[in-house]
């Protein structure tokens, strides 16, 4: 086998498996993708924000969730405006999502025409927990 | 005590300058004072380091409120144990504790290298304590666990102290995540040592493999603790979140995967250097690679540039990491790159189908898989470059490019090892791979008229069946001609093969604790879940068991409430488990936490979580998982311990009644 051969041979394979991982990640682009947006943002996507999947990131309105079963409704903020969501998906609710907490939220789902939310996923992480807010003080380095 | 780790920490930045300093000197001018000086220093960097640690202990332990670190992440209820771990629960505590493992990792190396190495070893001092710089300057001026807070009281700044702390993350509050951000933390540390000597080899131009066999066992032990780190990751995540999984392609959890996947590649494609002295840019690459996707992963769990769930607080560290990156990017490309003709090649690939080939295949996958990694945990930044709005790509996504690159490296753990260097020729193909291709193509048939019709789970368990009669065959070769030879049976010849040649068969077992792992992620394939309704009392079935509701009921504790339903599991008629799935409500947090109840078995488990009740309270909703095989991921974790430390020891030399001379020559050949 000649030097030259030998070296397209592997170019070939080389070329081969890249081709394949690039047409791999394009196809799953295809299955899988949303739009990463907060409520504001969405609201001003018009038509489009119909059209494509979405993630919506927003904090828990205190006092609006309504649990009937495993069915859940809640509503979510940003920049004062609200966006009423439905929640569809089957999985258990995160722990830190729950009413009596100011919760950053991030639901991943389709709005409906109604402009309900339809969330198959939730995600939720308590937005104040770690950050300082021991009131009348001021966080001072010596 | 707040002041006094304050002062260390003033203390240590300027001695962390200092010591770099004098170590860059001692490398450029060989000045024996000068490497006194830069040794001493990182011994010195160690100590104080230490000490901040034990004051930031102390601060915990004591309960000190007035300190913003141990309001934020314990409480006077908290048990003591649980105290001592808030040091790594929390931004500013686990970015110290960062700073203390590469600190005692640098004092470890100088002590090692204490008479040897003389060359090197300034370079190595000034990477390491550079790093180290930038960890201490980011403790001291950005995350500082040793602010506290003041008052202003007539005119004069005083701490104070609330009454209790804000608590530990309750979700924190578990055995695995008592050790896994300690273990993942000394494993992405752990790649500094072979970036340092990569660093310093670059810089003096002993570009040899000395500098590559000085950091093996560092590169070992660092891969070894980020595989463990992960897998306890995922196990901690499939305990104690509550949904039924334990990988869900979130970016911290990517993170953690980056470096791994390079160094993976690393302590694969490094035995071609050592062999064959080939590869030397990518190998440097790699580890100055997995260096820096440590650093990157530290930077992408705190930053906040991507959105994950993980409770990671945001800080303003982000910026500073950037710089840091990037400068460590340039520099090393350019260092690269003025000793590129140093790092040519001594030998060429000879053919398609041999060892170096399927090495070189394997490297491919690993940065493939890296990329596409990057990219996918990167694509709402990329996109946003672009296209000015945030696109993401959840978890079918990253399934769809990494089950084929993941299953593609399972064939080659099976292929690879038993290519010949240089050429393998077809005749010793069919006799290596013969028998076990014609009984995975039985064994593929025999799972497909069992009724498995998933395309890659099929795929999945015929190449682990493979892989394994592959790499069982190996064994059994070996240790039949051992046991002919010395006359041992044929467990003492199998156990005797394995200590004589740790690196091989401490691989092979590496590679069944792999096949072992990914036949526990193909269950995954077979999983199914149910919702149900009970009350005290009632029963359902589900998956081939019944479960019977003994009650549905609540406790407390000074802690937390509990609300629980205690279940009895049967299966054929006989009991097999008690389960008690619960949520409990933490006074001090305020937080509710999911308390998991699952009943494992080898063939699958069944994870319950109680999700919620009727509205008259009455009826627990329960969700239930099935999980096939997913004790076989935790399994193989255990096996892949057990290989990477048999890697790790030195081989076995027998004593036999050999003659003086012949003996001594033996000796050199386990040297050579």
Redesign the interface.
């Given at each position: 086998?000649s030097g030259k051969n030998?070296k397209i041979?592997?170019i070939v394979?080389?070329g081969i498996?890249?081709t394949?991982?690039v047409a791999?990640?394009l196809?799953?682009?295809k299955?899988?993708?949303?739009?990463?947006?907060t409520v504001t943002e969405v609201y001003t996507m018009g038509s489009r924000a119909y059209d494509h999947p979405l993630?919506v990131?927003g904090d828990l309105v205190k006092g609006t969730v309504v649990?009937?079963?495993?069915e859940l409704n809640f509503q979510i903020i940003e920049s004062g405006q609200t966006m009423d969501v439905h929640y569809i998906g089957?999985?258990?609710?995160?722990?830190?999502f729950?009413n009596?907490?100011e919760a950053e939220v991030?639901v991943?789902g389709r709005l409906a025409a109604d402009n309900v939310f339809k969330a198959e996923r939730i995600?939720?992480?308590?937005a104040s927990?770690?950050?300082?807010d021991?009131s009348?003080?001021?966080?001072?380095?010596? | 005590m707040?002041?006094f780790g304050?002062i260390l920490l003033t203390f240590l930045f300027p001695l962390t300058l200092f010591t770099a300093v004098t170590a860059f000197l001692a490398g450029r001018n060989h000045r024996e004072s000068m490497y006194q000086a830069a040794r001493n220093g990182t011994y010195a960097i160690w100590i104080v380091t230490t000490l901040a640690i034990l004051a930031l202990e102390a601060l915990m332990l004591q309960g000190d409120f007035s300190n913003?670190f141990v309001?934020?992440n314990t409480n006077r209820a908290l048990p003591g144990f649980y105290k001592i771990v808030a040091l790594w629960a929390?931004?500013d505590g686990s970015l110290l504790f960062w700073t203390w493992i590469i600190t005692s990792f640098s004092a470890l190396v100088v002590y090692q290298n204490r008479n040897k190495n003389r060359e090197l070893m300034p370079y190595v001092i000034l990477t390491m304590i550079g790093t180290t710089v930038f960890f201490t300057a980011l403790n001291l001026f950005i995350a500082?666990p040793?602010?506290?807070?003041?008052?202003n009281i007539n005119g004069v700044?005083t701490p104070?102290a609330?009454a209790d702390g804000?608590g530990l993350?309750p979700?924190l509050q578990h055995p695995a995540m008592i050790i896994h951000p300690p273990i993942l933390y000394i494993g992405y540390v752990g790649t500094v040592v072979p970036f340092a000597f990569a660093i310093a080899a670059l810089l003096t131009g002993r570009l040899g493999s000395s500098w590559i066999k000085i950091t093996r066992r560092w590169a070992l032990v660092s891969w070894g603790f980020l595989s463990v780190g992960i897998l306890l990751g995922g196990k901690w995540a499939y305990v104690e979140?509550?949904?039924?999984g334990y990988w869900a392609w979130d970016p911290v959890e990517n993170a953690s995967l980056l470096p791994w996947l390079t160094s993976t590649a690393y302590v694969h494609s490094v035995m071609i250097q050592e062999r064959k002295g080939m590869l030397k840019v990518w190998n440097m690459s790699l580890v100055i690679g997995t260096y820096l996707l440590a650093i990157f992963g530290t930077f992408l769990t705190r930053s906040g540039i991507v959105?994950s769930?993980?409770?990671f607080?945001e800080s303003g560290i982000g910026p500073a990491f950037a710089a840091f990156i990037v400068f460590a990017i340039i520099t090393s490309i350019g260092l690269i790159f003025w000793r590129r003709k140093e790092l040519s090649s001594e030998e060429h690939?000879?053919?398609?189908v041999s060892r170096e080939?399927g090495f070189m295949?394997n490297n491919?996958?690993f940065v493939?898989a890296t990329i596409?990694v990057l990219?996918g945990t990167l694509f709402?930044v990329i996109s946003e470059a672009f296209t000015g709005?945030?696109?993401?790509?959840?978890?079918?996504?990253?399934?769809?490019?990494m089950i084929?690159?993941g299953l593609a490296l399972l064939l080659l753990t099976g292929v690879g090892p038993l290519l010949a260097w240089r050429r393998t020729s077809i005749e010793s193909l069919r006799k290596s791979f013969g028998y076990p291709f014609i009984a995975s193509v039985v064994v593929l048939l025999g799972m497909f008229f069992f009724g498995i019709r998933d395309g890659w789970a099929l795929g999945s368990f015929t190449i682990s069946f493979f892989v394994l009669w592959i790499i069982v065959a190996e064994f059994l070769q070996g240790a039949r001609i051992r046991s002919k030879n010395a006359q041992e049976n044929i467990l003492t010849a199998m156990a005797m093969l394995t200590m004589k040649n740790t690196r091989r068969y401490g691989g092979y077992i590496i590679h069944i604790a792999v096949v072992v792992i990914f036949m526990g992620f193909t269950g995954a394939a077979f999983n199914t879940?149910t919702?149900q309704?009970v009350a005290t009392g009632g029963s359902f079935n589900f998956a081939g068991y019944t479960f019977k509701c003994i009650e549905k009921g609540h406790s407390t504790n000074d802690n937390f409430r509990t609300d629980f339903v205690d279940l009895q599991l049967f299966k054929d008629g006989r009991k097999v488990d008690d389960l008690r799935p619960a949520?409990r409500m933490y006074f001090a947090?305020?937080?509710?936490?999911?308390e998991v109840a699952i009943y494992s078995t080898l063939r699958e488990d069944i994870y319950v979580?109680t999700?919620?009740e009727?509205?008259d309270g009455k009826m627990a909703?329960l969700?239930i998982y099935r999980n096939p095989l997913v004790m076989w991921v935790w399994l193989g974790s255990l096996i892949l311990i057990v290989g990477t430390i048999l890697v790790l020891i030195p081989n076995y030399r027998e004593k036999k009644r050999k003659p003086a001379a012949q003996q001594t020559h033996a000796r050199h050949e386990v040297h050579a």
């Open positions: 086998m030998k041979k592997f394979g080389i498996i890249i394949a991982v791999l990640a196809s799953g682009f299955k899988d993708y949303a739009y990463f947006k993630k990131k649990k009937k079963g495993s089957t999985d258990p609710i995160p722990d830190t729950n009596d907490m991030v991943s995600q939720a992480k308590c927990k770690y950050e300082a021991y009348g003080n001021t966080q001072a380095s010596l | 707040s002041e304050h913003a309001y934020g929390g931004h500082n040793f602010d506290t807070w003041m008052q700044m104070v609330a804000r993350n979700l979140l509550g949904w039924g959105s769930v993980h409770a607080a690939f000879e053919s398609l080939s295949f491919l996958l493939l596409a990219w709402p709005e945030q696109i993401t790509v959840g978890p079918p996504w990253f399934n769809t490019i084929p690159i879940e919702r309704e949520k947090s305020k937080q509710p936490t999911t979580v999700v919620g009727s509205e909703i969700q």
